[in-house]
């Protein structure tokens, strides 16, 4: 078995992210055989995560005795159960690896004007990046993840998984893994918070870019346009949350398994099954996308050999097996409790609703805000009357987009509960890369205004994205999180609260914009009123209720909060 350098360096990528995912695990292991009773392994949790969420409710919400018990009678077996997964994984690579063959990418030529082209919308694609990160203040999600797992260490990012009795899950592990990576390496607090939205973003327009290559750099050059031009998908790009990596991760594992499709090359299937894990790694919600996936490459079932379709099979328990060891330490601290959000499937769905949920979906999946369905309905129509002169690539994004616009309905119907727009956000770019390749191949049947036509789509895309930062989007964000008076009121209160001589900042656990944001600002200052609430002269007190032995210094609008110092 050889292996070309491009190989050698996905073999160790997927090796190097197999032990990343296991050493939370390992150090439970550890842990675990390392204490005799409950107590003792209680007393290490609490050692360990210090100044978490709810870090006085523990108890309540992520020890259980009950199943530590459970855990420690079998805990070789469990024990036992890791080392296999671990070796079904290094097997499944093996195996994959050895029907493989040498993985190479044929390098991509191009002219001067051509790279003059690729340089103006790099730039371009840099003061757009720059005028969101600096236009939108840090939304109140962003800031939760960062002080609440980003600064925090590995165990915690990858283990702390409280039930759903209570908001505020980390449902952006992996996400938060790239942001305290980011924070380790010198990037300041907001950089360190959206850069891996950035850099993502800037990964799906290079791997859109390469793979569209293939068809003409005028496709490729208009297809990543109108991808970096998509305003949904520029507004989640530069936010601190992992529903862009979701994009990333979705349109990396399709372009894997139409590479696979037509090269049968198994590494294709191994990198699938890697970027699948890595999407369920950030965010629970993949699992749709994964469905969708599994879907589609069952329609091409009559298209592989018995051997193909064993290594199919192969990588798709790869990425179960991957995705179960990354969760693994829930597994062995907490329960599937933490894992499984039981309360989905007991909601039931508001009929009288559901119609406005389905609106803002198809809202967010095509850029539209008025008569979105319509345009929903765009490719279709487009299908109906050109599917004779689409492209091949172009017809399989339209049966896979078609499978992807119906998994979030099974989902919502099986699971009783709603789909959050921001979690379709993979689907923006789905569809903004089959309208543009069905846009793209109409346009080439009028060789003489192929370029005009492109260039007035273009500008369409544009107009309308400037529309909906200049009245939609603005109109919808005036007076919620992402007004940007409301956050100047609540930098006000902070930087009034920082001109006061006091050592301490204590902060009713309910007053989540005061709180968080005060732990961005002041991270040794600030407390949580909780049980450890020990103020002293001169300490600063933002709580709803008026105490006695204080002086009130400022009634905030915001959350009704009362900022006082004590006498």
């Given at each position: 078995m050889v292996l070309s350098r491009s190989s050698k360096f996905l073999f160790i990528g997927i090796i190097s992210w197999i032990v990343f995912i296991s050493i939370p695990s390992c150090y439970w292991f550890y842990t675990l055989f390392s204490v005799d009773s409950f107590e003792d392994f209680r007393a290490a949790i609490i050692s360990e995560f210090q100044d978490v969420y709810?870090?006085?409710?523990?108890d309540e919400f992520f020890i259980f005795e009950e199943h530590y018990l459970s855990v420690s009678h079998q805990l070789h077996i469990i024990l036992a159960l890791f080392i296999s997964l671990i070796a079904l994984t290094?097997?499944?690579?093996?195996?994959?690896?050895?029907?493989?063959?040498?993985?190479?990418?044929?390098?991509?030529?191009?002219?001067?004007n051509q790279l003059l082209l690729l340089y103006a919308l790099g730039i371009a694609w840099v003061g757009y990046k720059a005028f969101l990160f600096f236009h939108f203040p840090l939304h109140i999600d962003e800031v939760f993840d960062f002080i609440y797992y980003s600064k925090k260490n590995l165990m915690v990012r990858h283990t702390y998984q409280f039930n759903d009795n209570v908001q505020w899950l980390n449902n952006h592990v992996l996400y938060t893994d790239l942001s305290s990576l980011a924070l380790n390496l010198g990037a300041g607090d907001q950089l360190a918070i959206r850069i891996p939205s950035i850099l993502g973003e800037f990964c799906l327009l290079a791997m859109i870019f390469l793979w569209f290559a293939n068809?003409?750099?005028?496709?490729?050059?208009?297809?990543?346009?109108?991808?970096?031009?998509?305003?949904?998908?520029?507004?989640?790009?530069?936010q601190g949350r992992s529903y862009h990596l979701l994009a990333v991760f979705s349109v990396a594992s399709y372009f894997c398994f139409e590479s696979y499709l037509k090269d049968k090359n198994s590494l294709y299937l191994l990198l699938g099954a890697w970027v699948t894990s890595m999407g369920l790694a950030t965010n629970k919600m993949f699992i749709i996308h994964c469905c969708a996936l599994f879907i589609y490459a069952i329609f091409h079932i009559k298209c592989f050999t018995h051997k193909e379709k064993v290594l199919l099979l192969n990588s798709v328990l790869l990425a179960s097996i991957m995705t179960l060891i990354f969760y693994f330490p829930v597994l062995l601290v907490s329960g599937w409790r933490n894992i499984i959000l039981h309360s989905l499937s007991t909601e039931l769905l508001d009929w009288t609703l559901i119609h406005m949920e389905i609106l803002k979906n198809i809202s967010v999946i095509t850029n539209a805000n008025n008569k979105a369905y319509l345009l929903l309905m765009l490719p279709l129509v487009l299908f109906l009357l050109f599917k004779r002169h689409l492209s091949s690539p172009t017809t399989h994004l339209f049966y896979y987009f078609t499978v992807q616009l119906i998994m979030p309905i099974l989902f919502s119907l099986i699971m009783h509960t709603y789909i959050p727009f921001r979690s379709l956000i993979y689907m923006n770019v789905t569809f903004t890369l089959l309208t543009g390749s069905m846009m793209y191949d109409w346009a080439s049947r009028h060789h003489s205004f192929k370029l005009l036509i492109l260039t007035i789509m273009i500008g369409l895309l544009a107009i309308n994205t400037w529309l909906n930062f200049s009245y939609t989007w603005l109109h919808r964000i005036k007076g919620y999180v992402y007004d940007k008076d409301f956050y100047y009121a609540l930098n006000q209160e902070l930087e009034m609260v920082n001109t006061i001589n006091t050592k301490q900042i204590w902060i009713a656990r309910d007053l989540h914009f005061h709180l968080f944001y005060s732990k961005l600002k002041f991270p040794e200052a600030t407390k949580n009123m909780d049980s450890t609430y020990q103020p002293q002269e001169n300490d600063v007190v933002i709580s709803a209720d008026i105490l006695n032995n204080a002086e009130v210094l400022y009634t905030s609008p915001i959350e009704g909060a009362i900022i006082q110092k004590l006498k």
């Open positions: 709810l870090d006085n409710q523990l290094c097997a499944g690579i093996y195996y994959l690896f050895k029907k493989s063959a040498p993985l190479t990418f044929k390098a991509q030529t191009f002219s001067q068809q003409g750099f005028s496709k490729a050059f208009f297809i990543t346009t109108a991808v970096a031009l998509s305003f949904w998908s520029g507004i989640y790009s530069i």
